[in-house]
């Protein structure tokens, strides 16, 4: 990888991961349950029958990840904080062993000249207040916004970069409506509430950072999905539309001080989802306080959507998402491989919401390539695919996206989710059962961007 001089220092280079996927030892130091420890204990929700009691052990092997990043040469490291090790009922005790854990990573990467970007929620709720409504409650909200003025408090010293939500699209409609990811329900018109619920949760909890924390930046890292129609006609623009209104706007219009953009609201209440245009779950000052100030937009981008209005619409009445690519075209997600969308997300986020900065908080794939008989891993495809992903990021700096970072996931294979273990999405391998950590042929490459954009070098 070369040609990176555009995204020289102070543009910060990263890689991400997140508790539940690296942590393991669900059980260690106080540590209460999560909702995904829950929800992968039981059959049938994650595809090859595993969970994140192990994982990477990275809870562990801390300071091995941390020599990893400081020999790839990041200079930014997005994490994510367990709120069960913090609070392990959601409220109530705090669990210093838990907050000691952070406290150690965040002084293990300023040591090493790492920035850390602490990350608040990454679908980790504590079991004991899903047992009280979860995210359903809006009781949650404040909850959240506690616990996250309990670790600004202790971190804001260091840590200057927080990231409320993680993808609220993912917890709120997976979680809710598709049931495929914690806490497994199935009902759309639960997924409106619970999506406003985590947006109230952002702005309330921006406003305890920024409190707590003097010269706080503040985001939410949102998944973008770019939504490109499948034809010129009408109808598919129409899908477009709406795909990208389901995805992008219902999140990000509101977050900047907008509102609910109007088409949708009418659409979930010609389905029945919601009662009314201005649905009752909305009280009076919820919006003022969801478009309260950020400092960045964090963007999360794997693929694109595209839209067509002749397709059965998906359990939540959105347009079928087809993927026309050829299958070497795409990942082992299934996602194709479509850099230009990131650019276009780029600067559409630009264009239509102003944001004072731009992240890339994830960008990466899932390639099953492990170790050959010499113990090296030959993943280009990765290669190329950070690579074309960054050049697009580089042009959209250069047409003036106020874009400041890019981060790689993730730092190491991990727990996908649903998919558990077997969709790989590390720069470094990891074998599940030693633990054993092997740098692949894509991490030698990104140490190589990262050390060429340092130089400014055009390469
Ligand atoms: C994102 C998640 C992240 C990881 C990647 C592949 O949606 O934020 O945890 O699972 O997808």
């Known amino acids: 990888m070369s040609r990176f001089a555009a995204l020289a220092p102070p543009f910060q280079w990263g890689v991400a991961t997140s508790a539940y996927q690296i942590e393991g030892a669900t059980s260690a130091d106080g540590r209460g349950p999560s909702i995904w420890d829950t929800f992968a204990e039981q059959p049938g929700h994650i595809e090859d029958g595993s969970h994140g009691r192990v994982a990477c052990d990275h809870y562990h092997r801390w300071q091995e990840d941390l ?45 090493r000249g790492i920035t850390p970007f602490a990350t ?6 504590p079991q004991a207040l899903e047992d009280r409504g979860g995210w359903r409650a809006r009781e949650t909200a404040q909850a ?18 927080w990231i409320t939500q993680n993808e609220p699209w993912c917890a709120a409609f997976l979680g809710h409506a598709h049931g495929a990811h914690a806490p497994g329900r ?55 539309r709406h795909l990208d209104g389901a995805f992008n706007r219902w999140f990000l219009d509101p977050l900047y001080g907008r509102g609910y953009p109007e088409d949708l609201l009418t659409h979930y209440q010609n389905l029945g989802q919601l009662d009314a245009t201005a649905p009752a779950f909305v009280r009076p000052g919820d919006l003022e306080v969801i478009g309260t ?20 619409p998906e359990a939540n009445n959105l347009p079928r998402r087809i993927a026309e690519a050829p299958l070497e075209a795409r990942t082992d997600m299934g996602w194709e491989v479509y850099p230009a969308g990131l ?26 390539d492990g170790p050959d008989a010499h113990g090296r891993v030959h993943d280009e495809r990765r290669t190329a695919y ?30 996908e989710w649903a998919f558990g273990y077997s969709k790989r999405f590390g720069l470094v391998h990891v074998d599940f059962q030693s633990q054993r950590r092997i740098p692949k042929d894509s991490a030698h490459g990104f140490k190589a961007a990262i050390g060429a954009a340092r130089k400014g070098e055009a390469g």
């Open 67 to 111: 020599a990893l990043m400081e020999w790839l040469g990041v200079g930014a490291y997005r994490f994510s904080i367990a709120w069960p090790r913090v609070l392990p009922s959601g409220t109530g005790p705090i669990n210093t062993p838990g907050l000691d854990f952070y406290d150690r990573l965040v002084d293990g990467c300023l040591a």
């Open 120 to 125: 608040l929620y990454h679908w980790d709720l």
């Open 144 to 161: 959240f916004a506690a616990y996250a003025e309990v670790v600004a408090r202790r971190l804001g010293d260091r840590v200057k970069f």
């Open 186 to 240: 199935r009902d759309p018109k639960e997924a409106l509430f619970v999506a406003h619920h985590l947006l109230l949760s952002h702005g309330l909890s921006t406003q305890a950072i920024r409190a707590a924390v003097p010269g706080a930046e503040i985001g939410l890292a949102h998944l973008y999905l770019h939504a490109e129609p499948a034809s010129e006609s009408e109808a598919d623009a129409l899908a477009c």
């Open 293 to 312: 100030r950020t400092n960045f937009l964090g963007l999360n981008y794997y693929t694109r959507g595209i839209a067509r209005s002749d397709r059965v």
């Open 343 to 368: 650019e276009a997300a780029l600067l559409r986020l630009t264009r239509d919401y102003a944001p004072a900065a731009l992240y890339v908080t994830e960008n990466g794939a899932a390639y099953a």
């Open 386 to 415: 950070l690579e074309a992903h960054l050049l697009r990021v580089a042009a959209a700096k250069a047409a003036g996206a106020p874009v400041r970072g890019y981060f790689a996931w993730s730092l190491l294979d991990n727990f």
